[in-house]
Protein backbone atom coordinates (compact mmCIF):
# COMPACT_ATOMS: atom_id res chain seq x y z
CA UNK A 1 0.00 0.00 0.00
CA UNK A 2 0.97 3.56 -0.77
CA UNK A 3 -0.11 6.30 1.86
CA UNK A 4 -0.93 9.64 -0.07
CA UNK A 5 1.93 11.39 1.29
CA UNK A 6 4.24 8.33 -1.55
CA UNK A 7 2.04 10.19 -4.47
CA UNK A 8 0.22 13.19 -3.80
CA UNK A 9 3.10 15.11 -5.03
CA UNK A 10 3.49 13.74 -8.23
CA UNK A 11 0.02 14.68 -9.76
CA UNK A 12 -1.33 18.39 -10.26
CA UNK A 13 -4.13 17.73 -7.78
CA UNK A 14 -3.85 19.80 -4.62
CA UNK A 15 -5.66 20.12 -1.03
CA UNK A 16 -9.47 19.12 -0.89
CA UNK A 17 -8.70 17.98 -4.48
CA UNK A 18 -6.72 15.22 -4.02
CA UNK A 19 -9.45 12.86 -3.74
CA UNK A 20 -7.84 9.29 -3.65
CA UNK A 21 -6.16 8.46 0.01
CA UNK A 22 -4.80 5.25 -0.57
CA UNK A 23 -2.75 3.18 -2.95
CA UNK A 24 -4.07 -0.06 -2.70
CA UNK A 25 -2.12 -1.81 -5.62
CA UNK A 26 -0.38 -1.14 -9.11
CA UNK A 27 1.84 -2.43 -11.89
CA UNK A 28 2.85 -1.80 -15.35
CA UNK A 29 -1.23 -1.41 -16.36
CA UNK A 30 -3.68 -1.07 -13.39
CA UNK A 31 -4.25 0.47 -9.97
CA UNK A 32 -6.21 0.21 -7.44
CA UNK A 33 -7.06 3.20 -4.81
CA UNK A 34 -9.42 4.00 -1.87
CA UNK A 35 -11.20 6.73 -1.05
CA UNK A 36 -13.38 7.83 1.64
CA UNK A 37 -12.98 11.98 0.25
CA UNK A 38 -16.74 11.78 -0.88
CA UNK A 39 -17.92 11.15 2.82
CA UNK A 40 -16.44 15.10 3.68
CA UNK A 41 -19.17 18.00 4.25
CA UNK A 42 -16.87 20.06 2.44
CA UNK A 43 -15.94 17.93 -0.60
CA UNK A 44 -15.23 20.77 -3.43
CA UNK A 45 -17.75 18.61 -5.92
CA UNK A 46 -20.16 18.42 -3.45
CA UNK A 47 -23.57 20.29 -4.14
CA UNK A 48 -26.78 20.38 -2.13
CA UNK A 49 -28.03 17.28 -2.95
CA UNK A 50 -24.70 15.79 -2.38
CA UNK A 51 -21.98 14.42 -4.66
CA UNK A 52 -23.27 13.45 -8.27
CA UNK A 53 -22.31 9.96 -9.47
CA UNK A 54 -21.08 12.23 -12.40
CA UNK A 55 -17.97 13.23 -10.35
CA UNK A 56 -16.90 9.78 -9.90
CA UNK A 57 -15.10 9.97 -13.08
CA UNK A 58 -12.63 12.56 -11.67
CA UNK A 59 -12.11 10.15 -8.86
CA UNK A 60 -10.97 7.86 -11.95
CA UNK A 61 -9.04 10.15 -13.75
CA UNK A 62 -7.09 11.10 -10.81
CA UNK A 63 -6.53 7.04 -10.43
CA UNK A 64 -5.10 7.53 -14.51
CA UNK A 65 -2.79 9.92 -13.05
CA UNK A 66 -1.29 8.92 -10.35
CA UNK A 67 -0.60 5.44 -11.93
CA UNK A 68 0.73 7.54 -14.62
CA UNK A 69 3.01 9.33 -11.96
CA UNK A 70 3.97 6.17 -10.25
CA UNK A 71 5.37 4.53 -13.78
CA UNK A 72 7.15 7.62 -14.64
CA UNK A 73 9.17 7.86 -11.14
CA UNK A 74 9.89 4.39 -11.64
CA UNK A 75 11.54 5.07 -15.06
CA UNK A 76 13.53 7.61 -12.77
CA UNK A 77 11.82 10.84 -14.23
CA UNK A 78 11.57 13.51 -11.93
CA UNK A 79 8.79 16.63 -11.59
CA UNK A 80 5.09 16.12 -12.35
CA UNK A 81 3.75 15.79 -16.01
CA UNK A 82 0.42 18.05 -16.97
CA UNK A 83 -1.79 16.38 -18.47
CA UNK A 84 -5.19 16.95 -19.82
CA UNK A 85 -7.97 15.06 -19.27
CA UNK A 86 -9.69 15.33 -23.09
CA UNK A 87 -12.25 12.75 -23.45
CA UNK A 88 -14.77 10.58 -21.32
CA UNK A 89 -16.43 8.02 -23.35
CA UNK A 90 -19.07 4.78 -22.34
CA UNK A 91 -19.87 6.22 -18.99
CA UNK A 92 -22.47 4.56 -16.86
CA UNK A 93 -23.72 6.23 -13.91
CA UNK A 94 -25.65 3.24 -11.72
CA UNK A 95 -26.67 6.07 -9.76
CA UNK A 96 -27.52 9.99 -9.26
CA UNK A 97 -25.41 10.82 -5.87
CA UNK A 98 -23.05 8.68 -3.63
CA UNK A 99 -24.17 7.59 -0.17
CA UNK A 100 -21.84 8.13 1.66
CA UNK A 101 -23.37 5.73 4.69
CA UNK A 102 -22.63 3.02 2.28
CA UNK A 103 -18.71 3.50 3.09
CA UNK A 104 -15.15 4.06 1.25
CA UNK A 105 -15.09 4.18 -2.93
CA UNK A 106 -12.86 1.63 -4.53
CA UNK A 107 -10.93 2.93 -7.26
CA UNK A 108 -10.10 0.73 -10.46
CA UNK A 109 -8.11 2.51 -13.40
CA UNK A 110 -6.81 0.20 -16.78
CA UNK A 111 -4.08 1.39 -19.11
CA UNK A 112 -5.73 0.34 -22.54
CA UNK A 113 -2.73 2.46 -24.29
CA UNK A 114 0.10 4.71 -23.42
CA UNK A 115 3.07 7.01 -24.81
CA UNK A 116 4.57 9.71 -24.20
CA UNK A 117 2.15 12.04 -25.94
CA UNK A 118 -1.01 10.67 -23.76
CA UNK A 119 -2.81 7.46 -22.50
CA UNK A 120 -6.56 6.64 -22.55
CA UNK A 121 -7.88 4.10 -19.66
CA UNK A 122 -10.66 2.41 -18.73
CA UNK A 123 -11.88 2.94 -15.39
CA UNK A 124 -15.22 1.69 -12.76
CA UNK A 125 -15.54 3.29 -9.06
CA UNK A 126 -17.30 0.70 -6.82
CA UNK A 127 -18.58 0.85 -3.54
CA UNK A 128 -19.26 -2.34 -1.04
CA UNK A 129 -18.22 -4.19 -4.46
CA UNK A 130 -21.22 -2.39 -6.56
CA UNK A 131 -20.10 -0.81 -9.88
CA UNK A 132 -21.33 2.97 -9.63
CA UNK A 133 -19.37 4.45 -12.28
CA UNK A 134 -17.75 3.15 -15.51
CA UNK A 135 -15.97 4.26 -18.55
CA UNK A 136 -12.91 4.80 -20.87
CA UNK A 137 -10.97 8.74 -20.30
CA UNK A 138 -8.26 9.76 -22.18
CA UNK A 139 -5.80 12.39 -21.04
CA UNK A 140 -2.83 13.83 -23.15
CA UNK A 141 0.42 15.51 -22.35
CA UNK A 142 0.76 18.63 -23.72
CA UNK A 143 4.60 19.42 -25.08
CA UNK A 144 6.09 22.72 -23.04
Not at 22 to 42: M, R
Request: glycine residues 8%; hydrophobic residues 40%.
Amino acid sequence: MLDKTDWAHLIPHRDAMCLLDVVVSWDETSIYALSDSHALEDHPLRGDEGLHAVHLAEYGAQAMAVHGALLARDRGETGERPGRLVSLRDVSLRIEYVDPSHGRLDVHAESLYADATGAQYAFRVEQNGRVLVSGRAAVIHPVS
